[in-house]
């Protein structure tokens, strides 16, 4: 679904909505009731579609304000008002959206979708002015496109107020609503103020504490992806350890892990390489660092090629933390990084171990099954690629290899049938299509 043009509001006149008299504004909610409803919910249907298209997942929430609200706003407002004041003040949230969010950093997406695809009429970033334990949220009005207030027959420039929070500034508004605003409640007890200025503290904390362990993970996830398609990659090509396996893709196909500059591939998702400068330096100062810290540095370490710094603090995390699932996953990127440096029995010997410590997971079982099939052991492999695909039936790189690992054994029928799986799993693989035509020219088909 397009998202609506910026430019194009409903009319640059403000929406004639009659505040001079509760009859009046109430025969005009009346007659504008269901045409508010209806533009709401399409507003909301296509924030929501523009959300999904940036990769952001909110929780909407809509409301349309009610009549009681409505005039007891315009009742408050209006005595606020100046008393030269010729016109009631008309409220601007009759119409109310809200964009909930995970993270701190989906915030600031969120707050540009918005600036680039309304009318902007006003920005608040509203924190615990009204009481000392309020939290923040940004707050925007808006009109409400043209295309959307046409079309439900709303007349002049109407406004909608948008607001984005995260989970927990959510949560907290919430009870803050309840608690504080709608009681006016103004604890005089201090234990009890002390508690929920702490509470308001803790939440905003918290968001920061998850905003730091989303970008971690993010760290982590990207290096962990490119070491292991590196090392498939490498194992697939050093010395031609499948024989008959086409050396380089067929014309016009593009080699998704062909050294240079094309991005690393694994599965589906096409990697590119972190920049440089998210590690200016990876080797752990003297005093420590955190594990989570150690590894990621030993992921960049073994993705730039230092491949002795990667083995160091891959043994220094297993010298100081004995968690056996922690021992496993280090003895397994320890094994890949001890196969780049040429050391196959090293590979071996932590492959074995972090099966040993987790023999429910299949990437030991794979990892090793690779060694076997470079070193030329094939029923080693073919056994450990068994295992590997009785724990993962998805696992696309294992049906590759077994596919590569029959057809050097002549089974050409068993090696279509396991790259023919591979590409059902994931049928834009190209490397597996490249396997593919190979095999069918072999077998004259």
Same mark, same amino acid.
């Given at each position: 679904m397009a998202f609506w043009p910026k430019a194009k509001c409903a009319s640059m006149q403000p929406a004639s909505i009659p505040t001079d008299s509760r009859e *009046?504004?109430?025969?005009?909610?009346?007659?504008h009731a269901d045409g508010l409803e209806r533009s709401l919910d399409q507003l909301r249907g296509e924030l929501g579609a523009a959300c999904t298209q940036r990769g952001l997942r909110p929780t909407l929430k809509w409301r349309v304000k009610s009549f009681k609200s409505l005039?007891?706003?315009v009742l408050r407002t209006s005595s606020q008002a100046p008393a030269s004041?010729?016109?009631?003040v008309v409220p601007t949230d009759l119409l109310g959206m809200r964009l909930v969010l995970p993270f701190l950093?989906?915030?600031?997406? !969120? @707050?540009?979708?918005? @600036? !680039?695809?309304?009318?902007?009429? @006003?920005?608040q970033q509203r924190g615990g002015r009204r009481h000392e334990f309020g939290y923040e949220s940004t707050h925007y009005l808006v009109t409400v496109p043209a295309h959307i207030a046409d079309a439900h027959g709303l007349d002049g420039q109407l406004l909608c107020e948008i607001q984005l929070r995260t989970?927990?500034? @959510? *949560?907290w508004a919430e009870v803050e609503h309840e608690l504080v605003y709608k009681a006016e409640f103004n604890p005089f007890d201090e234990p009890l103020r002390r508690k929920l200025v702490a509470l308001n503290a803790n939440l905003a904390l918290s968001d920061i504490v998850f905003q730091e362990a989303r970008a971690y993970q993010r760290q982590l996830q990207r290096q962990l992806k490119r070491r292991r398609a590196t090392f498939t990659t490498m194992m697939l090509r050093q010395g031609e350890p499948y024989r008959g396996s086409p050396a380089a893709p067929a014309s016009g196909e593009t080699a998704a892990t062909q050294d240079g500059d094309q991005p690393d591939r694994i599965g589906a998702m096409t990697l590119q390489p972190p920049p440089e400068e998210d590690f200016p330096q990876y080797m752990i100062p003297a005093g420590g660092a955190t594990i989570d810290n150690m590894l990621l540095y030993a992921l960049h370490a073994h993705n730039r090629g230092d491949v002795s710094a990667a083995l160091s603090i891959y043994g220094r995390i297993l010298q100081i933390e004995d968690r056996g699932n922690l021992h496993a996953i280090v003895r397994i990127h320890r094994g890949m990084a001890h196969v780049a440096d040429g050391d196959y029995h090293s590979a071996l010997m932590d492959?074995?171990?972090?099966i040993a410590l987790n023999p429910q997971s299949p990437k030991g079982y794979f990892h090793r099954a690779l060694v076997h099939q470079f070193e030329n052991r094939l029923n080693e492999a073919r056994d450990d690629l068994q295992r590997c695909l009785a724990l993962d039936p998805t696992h696309t790189d294992a049906l590759l290899s077994r596919s590569r690992l029959h057809f050097d054994q002549g089974r050409f029928e068993a090696a279509m049938r396991d790259c023919?799986?591979?590409l059902a799993l994931e049928p834009d693989w190209q490397q597996a299509h490249a396997w593919r035509r190979h095999i069918v020219r072999t077998m004259g088909l």
């Open positions: *009046a504004l109430s025969q005009w909610y009346r007659t005039y007891a706003k004041a010729s016109e009631r950093e989906d915030l600031r997406h !969120g @707050e540009r979708l918005i @600036e !680039g695809a309304f009318n902007v009429v @006003e920005r989970i927990l500034q @959510e *949560a492959f074995s171990e972090a023919d799986e591979a």
